[in-house]
């Protein structure tokens, strides 16, 4: 019986770069860019060593998704714990480069099941973080019982920041302005203006 292929070490500096090379590849060019061959050669290193580190490329479209979901994660803590933590979450929603990086791989997971489920794992975790810090904060903020539940505040959130982003992808503008300024306008009555850490 074959012993395993040998991997490369997690922590390795090539292994780092090559990742990096397979974002930027996947975030200007698109998932159906991204070979191993254009990974190695954007990162300057030999083509065998992709699969030294990554047995498949889909092992190495995870790795550049999880590095950058446990960041986000990190991320989106520090913003909920903000002196302003609406205006915060909300810059941390309409930030392109999250939403560059959400979009890429809603396409890659399309064609792969692992990479669909790591995708829902990650935005679930990422939901229920947002519930639990959006619901202290409407208490803190003594809201409405009949307001909006917590949860839906949180999908309409992340929905109006995604569609705005894919549209002006495609170069559709109309209504944006008045949909973000009517977002900002709810935030402002409860936390004021953003402060310049919160727009950070």
Excluded: C
Excluded at 73 to 84: T, V
Excluded at 119 to 135: M, N, P
Excluded at 172 to 196: W, Y
């Amino acid at each position: 019986m074959a012993s395993p292929r040998r991997i490369g070490a997690p922590d390795a500096k090539n292994r780092a770069v090559l990742i990096d090379a397979a974002e930027r590849l996947l975030l200007e060019e698109g998932h159906t860019a991204v070979s191993s061959r254009r990974v190695a050669a954007r990162a300057g290193l030999k083509p065998q060593l992709v699969h030294y580190y990554f047995r498949t490329m889909e092992d190495l479209f995870l790795a550049v998704f999880r590095r950058r979901a446990e960041e986000g994660l990190e991320q989106q803590a520090k913003a909920l714990e903000s002196d302003q933590p609406l205006w915060a979450l909300w810059r941390f929603s309409v930030d392109p480069r999250g939403i560059a990086m959400a979009m890429a791989f809603t396409g890659l997971a399309g064609q792969s099941e692992t990479i669909r489920a790591e995708v829902a794992d990650y935005s679930e975790r990422f939901r229920a973080a947002q519930i639990e810090a959006l619901t202290e904060i409407l208490d803190r903020y003594e809201i409405s019982a009949d307001a909006p539940s917590p949860a839906a505040l949180v999908v309409l959130l992340t929905s109006v920041s995604r569609v705005v982003m894919l549209e002006e992808a495609l170069g559709v503008t109309t209504g944006h302005a008045e949909a973000l300024a009517l977002v900002e306008h709810h935030i402002r009555a409860l936390e004021g203006p953003p402060s310049l850490r919160s727009a950070g």
